[in-house]
């Protein structure tokens, strides 16, 4: 295993709402419906990003913030209702929000950072296709989110030695594949064969091994708890539990009555999915994921189900399992061809395009020249409406400390 530089890859509609709903709220007022608000969360934003990232800076090469846009699975799969329970939250200005967060995406593009968005694909789509792209041609990556679906794009490419981590700045969590935590704590040197230590103890070599110990030190002094998951293993039960979150039921539902009379809802659970799972590996040995795409095999995961949990014919079980699959999986069998090559092409067009850094570690830095760090007019004098969100930066590293544990 070689370890160098990381692209980091970012979950832009997770970014932002995390920010969003943490902002102070006056009563009778609409989010976002003043200029003092507006500022209040671009600085939020800024403040953050330029937080996390001089924080990971040793490590990290490319930036990339995924946007998200209208779902191709919508229009695919109209009768499923994705993502239908979500309603539109009156309580907040959305053409504000998009307003700052288009100036915001605007302000980061300038330093080099790559906005990417595409027509018809959500940015778990985006996400995928740079992760698998980079992955392919041996570079690591980062994925900063909180949104657990996108675990299933933890990643150890035995081909190029290269990875994808998931990463949730609020719970300071790091989600690794198996044997990540021997491979940051191992001797470099163990990496190489003897050829390479002869011919080639320069800048690549020296490079690798700088990477690993600060993202070694990053894990330490930032007490990240890093957790090894079995990518496979993870996607297989959240695609039996569905994802209420995006409106996708379980493979299985049904319902009891109780002896009042009222009506209970139940369906598969972990403890369901990873019972399912143990039965798959112990007829069959190891799970992976082409596995979904054989039809025998699925045929056998639909016959388990039916025999772990019932309550439902195979048919019906077959039919919602395939459709979760499409729903849920993010893989190249699932993603429409259209999408994916609109994706690859524009990740062809951005990779290894490097950001100005130096530009992007400090809120004044990422707003110097705009009006939004300027004080807005009309309000009191001595008014700051920043003063209750305590986000003031200074060149120390502990007032930042304090800034990243208030929010």
């Not at 900063?144 to 794009?153: F, S």
């Not at 990496?191 to 894990?219: C, H, I, R």
């Not at 969100?389 to 007032?399: A, G, M």
Request: glycine share 4%; aromatic share 10%; proline share 2%.
């Amino acid at each position: 295993m070689k370890l160098g530089k990381h692209t980091l890859l970012i979950d832009g509609n997770y970014f932002l709402h995390s920010r969003l709903f943490v902002l102070p709220r006056k009563k009778d007022e609409q989010l976002l419906s003043t200029q003092d608000s507006k500022a209040q969360l671009m600085r939020k934003l800024c403040i953050d990003f330029a937080s996390e990232l001089r924080k990971m800076n040793p490590f990290i090469d490319q930036i990339v913030v995924a946007v998200d846009a209208k779902s191709w699975r919508k229009d695919l799969f109209p009768d499923a209702q994705y993502k239908g329970t979500r309603t539109h939250d009156d309580s907040v200005n959305w053409n504000g929000v998009f307003e700052v967060y288009i100036e915001f995406q605007n302000l980061l593009a300038k330093q080099g950072v790559v906005i990417h968005q595409i027509s018809g694909a959500e940015a778990d789509d985006v996400l995928f296709g740079w992760s698998t792209q980079l992955n392919n041609e041996g570079r690591n990556c980062i994925v900063w989110t909180g949104d657990r679906d996108l675990i299933q794009l933890v990643n150890y490419n035995n081909a190029t030695e290269s990875y994808t981590l998931w990463y949730y700045n609020s719970k300071r969590k790091l989600i690794a594949f198996q044997g990540f935590n021997k491979l940051i704590n191992e001797d470099t040197s163990d990496d190489y064969s003897n050829d390479d230590l002869l011919f080639n103890m320069s800048a690549n070599l020296s490079t690798a091994g700088q990477s690993k110990k600060d993202l070694k030190s990053w894990v330490e002094k930032n007490k990240v708890e890093v957790e090894e998951v079995n990518c496979d293993d993870f996607i297989f039960t959240k695609i039996l539990q569905g994802d209420k979150s995006d409106n996708i039921p379980a493979v299985v539902t049904w319902t009891k009555t109780s002896k009042s009379g009222k009506v209970m809802n139940y369906s598969i659970t972990e403890k369901h999915a990873d019972k399912v799972l143990t039965q798959y590996k112990k007829e069959e040995g190891q799970f992976y994921i082409d596995h979904f795409f054989n039809r025998d095999s699925t045929e056998k995961i639909v016959d388990m189900i039916y025999r772990v949990v019932g309550t439902s014919t195979p048919e019906e079980i077959r039919i919602r399992f395939n459709q979760n699959l499409d729903l849920m999986l993010l893989h190249y069998n699932t993603i429409p061809d259209a999408i994916q090559k609109q994706i690859y092409k524009q990740v062809e067009s951005d990779l290894g395009k490097l950001p100005n850094t130096s530009k992007l570690v400090k809120m004044e830095y990422i707003l110097e020249g705009t009006e939004w760090m300027k004080q807005s007019t009309g309000t009191p004098s001595g008014y700051d409406p920043f003063a209750n969100l305590n986000i003031s930066e200074t060149k120390k590293e502990q007032d930042s400390k304090i800034t990243n544990e208030l929010f």
